[in-house]
């Protein structure tokens, strides 16, 4: 496991896009161990996603680095790659991307442990308790993926994520599907167990009661750089730039409840 302040991933300068087009013009983040949760926020097409695949090495930079333990990410050697897999999850909107009709939820979970007991990063988890902290009921052990709703699908997800006890947890819009009220309660219980695991959170949303629950800091992310940084009541009471203003006016009573 890593130790506090060790430094994982490590954005420097980061400009990267698709197809030539850059959306990110110099983006500096970095994610240490057992650190409080970090929270990204802006409007939809700003290229928060393209952050998210920047630091999972899925994306070429054009400029600047992303760094995974000095290494760059998007360059790890084959036994590298196995390392980080299993160091830092992913969860995205899209939840479990599966198209195997015969895969259960149990399958699925039991999978996940098994790759945490081969690497050495087992915890106390059971398949029970994984699905109980996502608010799935017991019956859904012998229920396939594919007969899921996008919400179940993502919370299952989460729960994957979790029963390899990752250094770095890297969420991006990861409930979105899901009821407010409980995706409020998923994310309190989440807080809880990343605090007592010491396991780093990016949570990456247009949804400011999320990640205001969630994240003691946040970086707004708007014309291609980081716009803004804190706590976000401070932001917003400041807003300082026009997407933040933005923010707030999209989402009022939030706003009014954090000022």
């Not at 160091?87 to 149990?106: C, F, I, K, M, Y």
């Not at 994957?160 to 979105?176: F, G, K, N, Q, Y």
């Not at 401070?234 to 026009?242: D, K, N, Q, R, T």
Request: charged share 20%.
């Amino acid at each position: 496991m890593a130790q506090a302040g060790e430094a994982i991933i490590v954005a420097s300068g980061l400009k990267a896009g698709y197809e030539g087009e850059e959306v990110l013009h110099g983006v500096d983040l970095t994610i240490a161990g057992r650190s409080a949760p970090v929270g990204i926020i802006g409007p939809s097409g700003v290229g928060k996603s393209t952050v998210v695949r920047a630091l999972m090495g899925i994306i070429t930079p054009y400029g600047g680095t992303v760094s995974y333990r000095g290494r760059p990410a998007h360059k790890l050697r084959r036994g590298e790659k196995k390392v980080f897999a299993g160091e830092v999850r992913r969860v995205s909107q899209e939840g479990v991307p599966t198209t195997d009709p015969r895969l259960t939820a149990e399958k699925y979970l039991a999978g996940a442990l098994k790759d945490a007991r081969r690497a050495g990063r087992t915890h106390a988890s059971t398949i029970e308790g994984l699905l109980d902290f996502v608010a799935l009921e017991q019956h859904f052990t012998g229920r396939t993926l594919v007969t899921m709703s996008g919400g179940e699908r993502q919370r299952l997800a989460l729960a994957h994520a979790l029963a390899t006890r990752p250094d770095v947890l890297v969420l991006d819009e990861p409930l979105t599907a899901i009821d407010p009220g409980l995706r409020s309660e998923i994310l309190r219980r989440l807080k809880t167990l990343a605090a007592d695991l010491g396991i780093s959170v990016l949570l990456v949303s247009h949804d400011l009661e999320s990640v205001e629950r969630l994240c003691s800091t946040v970086h707004v992310l708007a014309d291609g750089v980081f716009v803004a940084s804190g706590p976000l009541t401070e932001i917003l009471a400041a807003a300082s730039h026009p997407v933040v203003a933005d923010l707030a006016a999209a989402a009022p009573l939030t706003a009014q409840r954090l000022r």
